[in-house]
């Protein structure tokens, strides 16, 4: 996305913008249990392995807090009822087995990285993919919602989300 300011040219990357503010969204929805989910017509079996097993008491709470609805079906199964409203276009059973492992790699001990790692997780694959043509009323959407957070600036894996290209530069 391209916005004149009074310096010159601010470029905002459409898709880290996107993850920013999907991130916030996400991650007030788990530290307030207001995900809504949106259930499935037929649910997705999900086989873990023993070690992702052991991780889903510690992170079941969050899951649903998301908006996912899991039902435990024994030997490490899970039916996947219910996935987040916002998720469209991504596949339910690799997201679980991506978040279960970032889950994993933080660390079960540590609540707010679990949590911080799960709405990264889920912002990252619902995000605007890149080359999506966006419409005039989307990009002041997104913008207005990037600026609207403390942290517009960059993703929270710290990826730079606005450049200026300053009138100097432009000149050159």
């Known amino acids: 996305i391209l916005t004149s300011v009074k310096s010159g040219l601010m470029l905002i990357d459409q898709h880290r913008a996107h993850v920013r503010i999907l991130f916030d969204q996400f991650l007030s929805q ?3 249990k207001k995900g809504v989910s949106q259930r499935t017509l037929f649910p997705e079996i999900v086989e873990l392995s023993p070690s992702e097993a052991a991780m889903i008491p510690y992170i079941i709470d969050d899951l649903e807090a998301i908006g996912f609805d899991l039902g435990h079906l024994g030997n490490n199964s899970y039916a996947i009822n219910g996935i987040p409203s916002e998720i469209t276009n991504t596949d ?4 679980m087995h991506n978040m279960i492992g970032k889950s994993i790699d933080t660390g079960s001990d540590i609540k ?3 949590q911080e790692s799960l709405a990264l997780s889920m912002a990252n694959a619902a995000a605007i993919p890149y080359g999506h043509k966006l419409s005039d009323e989307e990009m002041n959407k997104i913008t207005g919602q990037l600026f609207a957070s ?4 960059h993703t929270p894996d710290g990826k730079t989300i606005i450049s200026l290209l300053e009138d100097d530069a432009i000149e050159k």
Not at 150 to 153: E, L, Q
């Open 150 to 153: 403390s942290a517009h600036k």
């Open 30 to 32: 788990i530290k307030q």
């Open 112 to 114: 707010d990285e679990i």
């Open 92 to 95: 339910p059973v690799q997201l």
